[in-house]
Each structure stands twice: as structure tokens, then as C-alpha cells.
């Protein structure tokens, strides 16, 4: 079975440009949660969504969005770029939205900001 | 609030001698606590988890780790290092029941194994 999936790998962004980042969950996964890794530290949680509802949102602006669409899959939206936004981006798809589930981590898309 | 305490950013060792990781956790709840490895270039891989069952909990590749209340700490040990041991280590707190699966990070200890 394949993992989690994200697009793109990398990406170059300008400051002030909006981006979106793509993540598909395992199959059957109906949960899928975003984190923010900057480098040399612990990814943050940004949000979880659970059966395409938001369930969760961590410590970000409102430049920051997302969504589950009914297959699951999930974008991440960033608007108004800051320089500070570059980092690897990770999804992370489990079967429920509860931490009984193991969460499975996808590679992450990396996102600089010029 | 919930949050974990890595007490060593870098550890090296060298292969084949004991490797420990060290964490200490607060939570207001009984916690569920990870350890999850990052190679590089790779997503994060979970290790093991700690969920209120045995206190001793034994995870992939021969590590485990410990659960004890009392000195609030979830350390991470393997009795033997191999070179692909090298990695990122992160602890990992979540809360047991709650309404999501927000995990939190701790800042990650890199394990370096010299032959």
C-alpha cells in the first residue's frame, strides 16, 4: 500500500505570493493533521481535519488555511508569504482523529521563501 | 498544557556501546508519549509508543523505553548502536482521550554513531 503522500517536494516562493501544498492519506485514513518544521527544530502542529471538518488548529495566523476534500486528501493554504514561512511542510494521515491512532508522516514539502 | 523536554540536542556514541536518549514530559493528563526518528531526507518514522499499558515499552529496531511517573521521563535506550542509528530523535507527547490527535514535538536530540 502506498504511504502519505505530499506535492510538490520543493517549491521557491517569493515573499507576499500565496502557496498550496497537496497531502494524500494512506487509503482508509480519515484523519489528516499539517505540521511546520523549521530547520533545527520540532515540526508544529498547524491543524488537524477529520472527516473533512477542522478539528484542531495550532498557534498560526489566519494566513494559514486548509481543507479536506471528500476523498480525504488535503490542501494547505498559505497566504502573504513571510520569510519565516520556509520550512518542511509535513502531513500526517491516521484511521481516527484521536491519539490512540498511529499517525504515518508523509516526506513533506519543502518550502523556501525568497 | 502538554509539552516534552529533550536534554541533549547532540549525542554520539560509537557502534556497538548503549545509546540514551533523554526526555522529560508535563501534562495535566495522562499522556500518551512517542518516540519518533527522522533521517534525513525522510518523513518521520514512529519508534514506539506509550499509551498507558506496560510502563516498559519496546519499540523497532531494538529500542525501548521506560515510563516512570514519578521522575516524569520517557527515555529512549538500545543496548547496542548500529551505524544506521544515525538520525533525529524526537519525543513526543499527545493527550490520552482528548478531542484530537495534536502530537507535540520536542526540539530532537541528533544521534551520531561512530565506527
Known amino acids: 500500500d502506498a504511504g502519505v503522500t505530499q506535492s510538490p517536494t520543493h517549491l521557491i516562493k517569493t515573499r507576499g505570493q500565496h502557496v498550496t501544498l497537496r497531502c494524500s492519506p494512506i487509503?482508509?485514513?480519515?484523519?489528516v493533521s499539517w505540521y511546520q518544521q523549521v530547520l533545527g527544530q520540532g515540526p508544529q502542529f498547524i491543524f488537524q481535519?477529520?472527516?473533512?471538518?477542522?478539528?484542531g488548529r495550532g498557534n498560526f495566523p489566519d494566513r494559514f488555511s486548509a481543507r479536506q476534500f471528500p476523498n480525504y486528501s488535503s490542501e494547505l493554504n498559505v497566504n502573504a508569504l513571510l520569510l519565516g514561512d520556509s520550512a518542511l511542510y509535513l502531513c500526517a494521515s491516521s484511521l481516527d482523529r484521536t491519539s490512540f491512532y498511529e499517525q504515518y508522516f508523509g516526506p513533506g514539502t519543502r518550502l523556501t521563501v525568497t | 498544557a502538554q509539552s516534552v523536554t529533550q536534554l541533549d540536542s547532540h549525542v554520539s556514541v560509537s557502534e556497538g556501546t548503549p545509546v540514551l536518549l533523554r526526555c522529560n514530559y508535563s501534562s495535566s493528563y495522562s499522556p500518551s508519549l512517542f518516540w519518533y526518528v527522522q533521517h534525513p531526507n525522510k518523513g518521520l518514522q514512529l519508534l514506539l509508543k506509550y499509551t498507558s499499558a506496560a510502563t516498559l515499552v519496546k519499540g523497532i529496531n531494538g529500542f525501548e523505553a521506560e515510563f516512570k511517573k514519578s521522575e516524569t521521563s520517557f527515555h529512549l535506550t538500545k543496548p547496542s548502536a548500529h551505524m544506521s542509528d544515525a538520525a533525529e530523535y524526537f519525543c513526543?507527547?499527545?493527550?490520552?482521550?482528548?478531542?484530537?490527535?495534536?502530537?507535540?514535538f520536542g526540539t530532537g536530540t541528533l544521534l551520531a554513531v561512530q565506527p
Open positions: 513526543v507527547v499527545s493527550e490520552v482521550g482528548g478531542a484530537t490527535n495534536k502530537l507535540i
Open positions: 481535519y477529520y472527516e473533512k471538518e477542522e478539528r
Open positions: 487509503s482508509g485514513h480519515k484523519s
